[in-house]
């Protein structure tokens, strides 16, 4: 795991290897997927954000971008959570099959939101389980925007207990998006080991890097290349650093990566 200290001075490969580029809408052809998952490959961000039927698609297009070290991620049970449990494992074993090496899961929010704690833990579990078996990381998508604090808590407590690799804000499809104080929080009921991800309306580098200096160490997003573009200016200018924590604005709403 990166070190992104306050006073970090960062490449812009360091900001794209935080980067899974999210092709998530439903109404992406599988030409579209293809041609941006090949474009992303050749900007090297650390991975594709694909839907479950485009995993194999998207290994391909990358296996074309000659030494390119972009990955394949996937979702599982989204963008509600809701499937059931053998549903999600049946998804992530068909995802890896097809080439996927990371998960990124959303946890059951109505069973969440109803107070039932152990069911949302044993059904994160057991997509840990599938994940951990070929060594990728499991991501526990909250929705926070559907939360208040006290679940959000009570979340964070779930993928712990699970095993999870990864908290992450939002689908980027229920409204709002991440915030400062969500990922504060996330970080500050999780264990110094546990990734946060920042997903939702991180679309330019000053907010990058406020989320950054909260700890987070991935960014989901749909403007990587406006983001990509814009670090190549702060380095440039020698601005492209970690700032000190602090900033409590939210980031403004979204209802897409």
């Keep these: 795991m990166t070190d992104f200290s306050p006073g ?3 490449t812009v490969q360091d900001v794209a290897d935080l980067i899974d580029h999210a092709l998530l809408k439903p109404e992406l052809t599988p030409q579209e997927v293809a041609e941006a998952t090949a474009e992303l490959a050749g900007r090297s961000v650390w991975s594709v954000c ?53 998960l990124d899961m959303v946890l059951n929010i109505g069973r969440l939101r109803g107070g039932e704690l152990q069911a949302v833990t044993d059904d994160i579990a057991a997509v840990v389980a599938v994940g951990h078996e070929h060594g990728y990381l499991v991501k526990v998508i909250f929705e926070t925007a559907l939360l208040d604090e006290a679940q ?19 689908t980027g499809f229920a409204g709002g ?50 983001l990509l573009d814009e670090a190549a200016r702060f380095a440039d200018a020698g601005e492209l650093v970690v700032p000190e924590p602090g900033q409590d604005a939210a980031i403004p709403a979204t209802t897409a990566y």
């Design 8 to 10: 970090t001075t960062l």
């Design 50 to 102: 694909v839907r479950p039927s485009d995993v194999a698609l998207a290994r391909d297009a990358i296996a074309g971008v000659q030494g390119s070290p972009t990955r394949v991620c996937t979702v599982i049970g989204f963008p509600h959570g809701t499937t059931s449990t053998a549903a999600k494992v049946a998804e992530a074993r068909q995802a890896i099959t097809d080439g996927a090496t990371e």
């Design 152 to 170: 959000k808590v009570d979340a964070c407590r779930a993928s712990v207990e699970a095993g999870a690799d990864f908290t992450k804000t939002s």
């Design 177 to 226: 998006g991440a915030t400062i104080p969500d990922v504060r929080l996330m970080r500050e009921h999780t264990p110094s080991g546990m990734q946060v991800k920042a997903s939702g309306g991180v679309r330019d580098i000053p907010t990058l890097l406020a989320m950054l200096a909260e700890g987070v160490t991935r960014i989901g997003t749909s403007s990587t290349d406006r």
